[in-house]
């Protein structure tokens, strides 16, 4: 009863005025709408005039409705039954009945705002997607601008619902119908605001959904519409074309399509960040630009085509927006943040960095982190360190723009770590230590507050990683300058306070300990191992750090690192650096830090690093040479044994580069230098085969030794200056040319000066820390194979001659597809060809090897024996927007070279092969049906397997097509017998 009079009671809060319109509403409704099978309501009525006057009552209810009483029940009732109506008007013939119940829709949605998504809103994207290829246009515009409000409030919908959106748009062509008529825009059939409307709708969707990318950034008509528009844009234009741009960027391959000829594109972009623009403007350009510079390769593509302007646009933003009194105003604020965003760009080594330095961005840094910063620009080398440090602190307690800061320090880290050397900030007027005096104080402050905070607040100690990876990067950065200052400014702020450091071992310690994976307490984690690494850098903490057991301590963690698989990535601690769009960027390439997804372990050998670096110094630390290292370095000893494992684990295992290198650095200390290689040890063996080696060392003091000039030539190419040698010269018999060249080899001879010095490269190899973001270095012998390495070729290997390639070749006339390639390549690889030449048989001596595969095929293997690496298969977009017969063109090569590998006993080959095609067919399912006729023509029955794994979900669609009457009944079986075990696996599931 109480219920009751609480409802009558709000139905009478709404007005008598309310509750009339809300009977017209339902009076009107009730002509048109029905139910079905007791459940689903539909409208069905046809006639004009009931469908306008339901439109109208709609209209009128609608203007009614406020914040306050949407929450009511007949409100909310009436809102499911309007969706009903205006979902089966939506679906008229008759223009203006359509105008109208576009417009009501709009108002709808405009009314609603976010409360929408309580409804059922999908009723309406199906009938606005299906008229955007009505034939008028001002229906066409109205249903773009009511359905990009409703898709733009998706970023709240659950997972499932963006499914069935993402369904709708397929199913309604809704993307090919946009692009078709962006393209009619040049032909001056569609008005200026009918592109806007629809390019902002397509942004919307490209945003969101990442299929949809592809046929647009493929679309070279488009990009030709799309590129003279950026030639001389306005405002209105460049408001539209840079979201645009900035969706499309979302794809890492289309971002890179869109730099290929992007001169036009990035003048634009580059003017829109300029001062005169409006602030919206300014930051979508800057939001484009972050887009091109999410991956190592797109930034520097970009900045190889404008540089500076890029970087002066920047510094320009972020030090252009302070008012008359010096302050910042609160709307300038997300400007700043997207131009440090951008800023970021630091994150890559290049030469914007001498931009960055050049155009002073210590100051502007300073200015920015500090009220007070305007107190050094004078009197900062007449201050004594104390008053330097205390005025620092006074400026940072009262800035305000604790937003940027995180944008601040990375920066400031990026900057430091990729500095040159010698590089001196005090030549451009630097007032680099001041900021280096803000981070150490900052970063103490934040070792401070950890130890305090619970664990549990990961947003609070999220916000200690970017000044905590600051500081790192700078007591370890290449340059002395800042090194040195970093180094000064921290070891006097922390004053020899052990109690952090303790803190900072104990936790490490007890994290070992415990052996329990903890998501938060990782995150705590990380953060305390930087703290750590910086106090390893200070001279005066090493020597605690190792009496303390911190060596044993890394040990140990390093050891449950490995044991417990402990993944992080930066993305996960920096929340900072997370955006609305990370989600949903796809196709990305080359961006992963140098840390990748090992931070943990990362962190960890950097410190081990340093220990070790400075307790084998007895120079340093006499006192500490008592056998520690010593111990260590002694293989027959547990601990060394362990290390040593451990390292070599790391080294040639999955990991990140950063932990690989650092573990290759340690290992230096033990005398083992280098990346383990498989091919580097083929060669290595291969070495000693004197019957091969066409080239003689003599050394200074008569001594000689045998090696081969084609491994001489790739590894060091001074030893053999090309200049030298006659070059091939192309002739009509190809086995002439082959004796020629034959002919010319014999044995030569190379003298060494004396003033080589054969601990040269162990000198070299000792010493320096690895340069931050240095890629792996490898054992590749790719060069080989080029023009160069055709004089040192002793060998053809031929691939199977087809009727559509047309071949020729610069070295010979041969018009078969071949390779010329080295029999010491060859030898030191595979077994079958090693044997071949050893066997003394007709073939042995053959000057052509016919390999019974196609050209791909040849190719791919001839690049796994020259660096133990298959080349991959098209991937991401690319290869999700493929035919079939395309992907099956794409794949027919590792299944030749499967069959291959079997007869030259390549078992890596045979592997990578199958996890390629493995890999494949599980994201392209119909193309298991195509792939596994082939495989069992090549008796294959391991890929075979696999393709009938991934086509047993399809058995019943494709045995009621009949199209499973073109397999041979023993693959029609496998793929039946495959579907049983799916379903019963599937009833297992379901029951338990």
Request: with cysteine; aromatic share 8%.
């Given at each position: ?9 709000k139905?009478?809060s ?6 009339t319109?809300?009977?017209?509403l339902y ?5 048109g709408?029905?139910?079905y099978n007791n ?10 005039e009931?469908?306008?006057l339901?439109l109208?009552?709609i209209?009128?209810?609608l203007?009614?409705?406020?914040p ?7 409100v909310k ?7 009903v ?5 939506l679906?008229s013939?008759?223009e203006a ?8 829709t709009?108002?709808?949605v405009?009314?609603?705002g976010n409360?929408?998504?309580?409804y059922y809103?999908?009723k309406l994207v199906?009938?606005?997607s299906?008229l955007?290829?009505f034939h008028?246009?001002?229906v ?11 898709l733009?409030k998706?970023s709240?919908?659950?997972?499932k619902?963006?499914?069935e959106v993402?369904?709708i748009l397929?199913e309604?062509?809704t ?6 008529g ?11 605001e009918y592109?806007?409307e ?8 490209l945003?969101?959904?990442p299929p949809f990318?592809?046929p ?7 990009l ?7 030639v001389?844009?306005?405002?209105s ?10 969706a499309?960027?979302?794809c890492g391959?289309g971002?890179?399509k869109l730099?290929?000829?992007?001169e036009?594109l990035?003048?634009?972009?580059v003017?829109c960040?300029?001062c ?8 979508e ?6 887009g091109?510079a999410r ?5 520097l593509k970009?900045?190889s085509?404008?540089?500076e302007?890029?970087?002066q646009?920047?510094?320009?933003a ?5 008012s008359?009194?010096?302050k ?23 030469v914007h960095?001498?931009?960055?330095w050049?155009?002073?961005?210590h100051q502007?840094?300073?200015d920015?982190?500090?009220?007070n910063s ?5 009197s900062?080398h ?5 008053d330097l440090?205390a005025?620092?602190?006074?400026g940072?307690n ?6 940027l800061?995180p944008?601040?320090w990375?920066?400031l880290g990026w900057?430091a770590i ?8 005090d030549?451009h ?7 280096i005096?803000?981070?150490c104080?900052v970063f103490?402050d ?8 619970a664990?549990s607040?990961i947003?609070y100690?999220?916000?200690?990683e ?5 500081v790192?990067?700078m007591i370890?950065?290449?340059?002395q300058?800042i ?11 922390l004053m ?12 490490l ?10 998501a938060f307490?990782?995150?705590q984690?990380a ?9 390893s ?25 490995l044991?417990n ?8 601690i ?6 609305t769009?990370?989600?949903t960027?796809?196709?990305c390439v080359?961006n ?6 090992d931070?943990?372990?990362f962190?960890s050998?950097w ?6 670096q ?5 120079e340093n ?8 290292v ?5 293989l ?8 040593i ?7 040639g295992?999955?990991f ?6 650092y573990?290759t650095?340690?290992l ?6 280098g990346?383990p290689?498989?091919?580097g ?6 070495h ?5 080696a ?8 008569g ?11 790739v ?10 040698f006659?070059?091939?010269e ?6 002439a040319?082959r ?11 190379v003298r ?6 054969h ?7 000792s010493?320096?820390r690895?340069?931050?973001d240095s ?5 590749d012998?790719t ?10 070729s002793d060998?053809?290997?031929e ?5 559509v390639?047309h071949?020729?070749?610069?070295v010979?006339?041969q ?6 390639v080295?029999k010491?390549i060859?030898?030191?690889?595979c ?5 071949l ?9 053959s000057?052509t090897?016919r390999?019974?595969?196609?050209w791909?095929?040849l190719?791919k293997?001839?690049?796994?024996f020259?660096?133990d690496?298959l080349?991959k ?8 927007n493929?035919d079939l017969?395309?992907?099956l063109h ?12 079997e007869?030259?006993?390549l ?6 092969c199958?996890s390629i095609v493995a890999?494949?067919l599980?994201?392209?399912?119909h193309l298991?049906?195509?792939?596994i006729?082939?495989?069992?023509r090549?008796?294959q029955?391991?890929?075979v397997?696999?393709a009938?794994?991934?086509m047993?979900p ?6 009621d097509?009949?199209e499973?009457?073109?397999l ?11 579907y049983v075990r799916?379903s019963?696996?599937?009833?297992s599931?379901?029951?338990?």
């Amino acid at each position: 009863m109480k219920s009751s009079k609480q409802g009558a009671k709000k139905n009478r809060s709404l007005g008598d005025h309310a509750l009339t319109l809300h009977q017209r509403l339902y009076q009107a409704l009730n002509l048109g709408i029905k139910s079905y099978n007791n459940r689903e309501r539909k409208w069905h009525c046809t006639d004009v005039e009931i469908q306008r006057l339901a439109l109208r009552s709609i209209s009128a209810f609608l203007d009614c409705i406020s914040p306050e009483t949407s929450e009511h029940s007949i409100v909310k009732d009436s809102i499911n039954d309007m969706l009903v109506a205006l979902e089966g008007i939506l679906q008229s013939k008759n223009e203006a009945i359509l105008r109208m119940a576009i417009n009501v829709t709009m108002k709808l949605v405009d009314v609603l705002g976010n409360s929408i998504l309580q409804y059922y809103v999908l009723k309406l994207v199906h009938p606005l997607s299906s008229l955007l290829s009505f034939h008028d246009s001002h229906v066409e515009v109205s249903c773009s601008i009511a359905l990009n409000q409703i898709l733009s409030k998706l970023s709240l919908w659950r997972i499932k619902r963006q499914e069935e959106v993402c369904t709708i748009l397929r199913e309604t062509n809704t993307v090919e119908h946009i692009v078709r008529g962006l393209l009619d825009f040049t032909t001056g059939t569609r008005s200026f605001e009918y592109f806007q409307e629809m390019a902002s709708l397509l942004t919307t969707i490209l945003w969101r959904w990442p299929p949809f990318r592809y046929p647009v950034w493929s679309n070279g008509k488009l990009l030709q519409v799309l590129g003279a528009l950026c030639v001389k844009p306005d405002s209105s234009a460049a408001v539209v074309l840079l979201p645009l741009y900035s969706a499309l960027a979302l794809c890492g391959t289309g971002a890179m399509k869109l730099l290929e000829n992007g001169e036009a594109l990035l003048l634009m972009m580059v003017h829109c960040m300029g001062c005169s623009q409006p602030d919206s403007i300014r930051m979508e350009a800057f939001k484009l630009a972050q887009g091109f510079a999410r991956s190592q390769q797109g930034c520097l593509k970009m900045m190889s085509l404008c540089c500076e302007p890029i970087v002066q646009a920047i510094i320009s933003a972020m030090s252009g927006c302070k008012s008359s009194s010096g302050k910042i105003a609160t709307h300038k604020v997300p400007l700043l943040v997207e131009a440090c965003r951008l800023a970021l760009i630091t994150r890559w080594a290049g030469v914007h960095h001498i931009f960055f330095w050049k155009l002073g961005v210590h100051q502007i840094l300073l200015d920015l982190l500090l009220s007070n910063s305007y107190k050094f620009k004078t009197s900062q080398h007449f201050m004594s360190l104390k008053d330097l440090l205390a005025t620092v602190q006074e400026g940072l307690n009262s800035s305000h723009l604790l937003v940027l800061r995180p944008y601040i320090w990375d920066i400031l880290g990026w900057l430091a770590i990729h500095c040159q050397e010698a590089f001196n900030p005090d030549t451009h007027g630097c007032s680099l230590n001041v900021l280096i005096s803000c981070a150490c104080l900052v970063f103490v402050d934040a070792i401070h507050s950890m130890r305090q905070v619970a664990q549990s607040d990961i947003s609070y100690i999220s916000t200690h990683e970017p000044i905590s990876r600051a500081v790192f990067m700078m007591i370890y950065s290449p340059c002395q300058y800042i090194a040195t200052h970093a180094k000064d400014i921290l070891s006097e702020v922390l004053m020899s306070e052990k109690v952090n450091l303790e803190y900072l071992l104990g936790t490490l310690k007890s994290t070992s300990d415990d052996n329990k994976y903890r998501a938060f307490g990782n995150i705590q984690i990380a953060l305390n191992l930087m703290g750590l690494a910086c106090y390893s850098g200070l001279s005066k903490y090493q020597s605690v750090i190792i009496k303390s057991g911190g060596i044993k301590i890394l040990l140990t963690f390093i050891r449950w690192c490995l044991k417990n698989d402990v993944s992080m990535r930066r993305l996960s601690i920096a929340r900072h650096l997370h955006h609305t769009s990370t989600e949903t960027i796809c196709c990305c390439v080359d961006n992963e830090d140098w840390e990748g997804e090992d931070i943990l372990l990362f962190f960890s050998l950097w410190v081990l690093a340093e220990l070790v670096q400075s307790s084998k110094s007895a120079e340093n630390y006499p006192e500490l040479t008592s056998g520690l290292v010593d111990h260590l370095l002694e293989l027959e000893s547990s601990e060394g044994q362990i290390l040593i494992s451990m390292l070599q684990q790391i080294c040639g295992g999955t990991f990140s580069a950063g932990p690989r290198w650092y573990a290759t650095y340690i290992l230096s200390y033990f005398g083992c230098y280098g990346f383990p290689s498989k091919l580097g040890k083929r060669i290595g063996e291969a070495h000693n085969n004197n019957e091969l080696a066409d080239l003689k060392l003599i050394l200074a003091n008569g001594e000689s030794v045998r090696v081969h000039d084609v491994i001489l030539m790739v590894r060091c190419p001074s030893l053999l200056p090309m200049g030298e040698f006659p070059q091939n010269e192309k002739t009509c018999d190809g086995f002439a040319a082959r004796q020629n060249i034959e002919k010319s080899k014999e044995i030569r001879e190379v003298r060494l000066s004396a003033h080589v010095d054969h601990q040269a490269l162990s000198h070299m190899l000792s010493g320096k820390r690895p340069k931050w973001d240095s890629a792996i270095a490898c054992c590749d012998f790719t060069p080989a194979l080029g023009p160069a390495g055709c004089y040192f070729s002793d060998v053809i290997l031929e691939a199977k001659a087809t009727e559509v390639m047309h071949w020729t070749c610069s070295v010979c006339s041969q018009s078969v597809p071949h390779m010329h390639v080295h029999k010491i390549i060859l030898w030191a690889s595979c077994d079958y060809l090693r044997a071949l030449f050893q066997s003394g048989m007709q073939d042995s001596y053959s000057q052509t090897i016919r390999v019974p595969v196609g050209w791909e095929a040849l190719w791919k293997l001839v690049r796994w024996f020259y660096s133990d690496g298959l080349p991959k298969p098209i991937t991401g977009c690319l290869w999700d927007n493929m035919d079939l017969e395309p992907q099956l063109h794409e794949l027919q090569p590792y299944i030749e070279l499967c069959w291959l590998a079997e007869f030259w006993f390549l078992e890596d080959v045979q592997e990578n092969c199958l996890s390629i095609v493995a890999s494949c067919l599980e994201s392209s399912r119909h193309l298991s049906f195509k792939v596994i006729s082939v495989a069992a023509r090549f008796s294959q029955w391991k890929i075979v397997e696999i393709a009938a794994n991934c086509m047993a979900p399809l058995f019943p669609q494709l045995r009621d097509s009949g199209e499973l009457e073109a397999l041979d009944e023993e693959l029609v079986d496998m793929v039946r017998a495959a579907y049983v075990r799916c379903s019963q696996v599937g009833a297992s599931d379901h029951s338990e």
